[in-house]
């Protein structure tokens, strides 16, 4: 059964800090492997998107990585701002799930200004 | 386009009355998918549909949850009778065929008491 975690479950760190937020899942058999953002008291949004082939994505200040061998992704925050200051979870697409996401518990990010 | 529409965006109700949450999903998305997140169990995909047709609902908790889509543009969760155990943040998302990714709604707050 796949499982995914996230580590730490919380997060605190001065603006303009470079950072690493992980996610790791236990079955390598994945389709994708999906980065979103929550903000308090709103919708999730999708911030990147690996497919099972690819080894990272990048949008902006964000970079995010995939090993598949070794269940594990990370984002990348580089000169983080408190606007970044949200939830960030990770969900992967098991490989037989028929568009079900297996979702991690989230990060929660604070950037101290 | 406006993205993922719900509402209400907050409903408060007493438990045992009937609660209808409605999602207007992205123009032109074949797939359509309810989550239901809370603290103790994160996210959790209660059912999700493709062309209008409930391909999947073995995440829905009980009988007294049903979901429907009479149309490409608008379904309807439905909880009756309502419990209390049942307050969560109630999440609608739709996705492209062949996409993978998923847009979310901001949710509808749901409080019984």
């Known amino acids: 059964k796949q499982e995914v975690t996230q580590i730490p479950a919380a997060l605190s760190v001065p603006e303009g800090e470079n950072l690493v937020l992980n996610c790791s899942f236990t079955?390598?058999?994945?389709?994708?492997l999906q980065w979103f953002r929550q903000d308090p008291g709103k919708g999730l949004t999708s911030l990147l998107l690996?497919?099972?082939s690819q080894r990272e994505q990048t949008s902006g200040r964000l970079n995010a990585s995939l090993d598949k061998s070794s269940g594990r992704s990370t984002l990348y925050i580089a000169a983080s701002q408190p606007g970044d200051s949200a939830t960030y979870l990770c969900?992967?697409?098991?490989?037989?799930?028929?568009?079900?996401?297996?979702w991690g518990a989230g990060t929660k990010l604070i950037i101290k200004p | 386009d406006a993205g993922v529409i719900q509402s209400p965006r907050h409903e408060v109700t007493e438990m045992g009355q009937e609660v209808t949450l409605r999602c207007k999903p992205i123009?032109?998305?074949?797939?359509l998918f309810w989550y239901r997140q809370t603290m103790m169990r994160g996210l959790e995909l209660l059912i999700y549909?493709?062309?209008?047709?409930?391909?999947?609902d073995s995440g829905m908790p009980e009988d007294r949850f049903s979901a429907k889509m009479p149309n490409a543009s608008f379904s309807t969760l439905k909880i009756q009778p309502s419990e209390p155990r049942d307050s969560a943040v109630y999440f609608c998302?739709?996705?492209?065929?062949?996409?993978?990714?998923?847009?979310f709604g901001p949710g509808t707050r749901l409080t019984v008491l």
């Open positions: 998302a739709s996705s492209e065929q062949g996409s993978n990714e998923q847009f």
């Open positions: 123009s032109g998305h074949d797939y």
């Open positions: 549909f493709n062309n209008n047709v409930p391909i999947d």
């Open positions: 079955d390598s058999a994945i389709y994708n």
């Open positions: 690996i497919q099972s």
């Open positions: 969900a992967v697409r098991p490989r037989d799930s028929n568009y079900q996401l297996i």
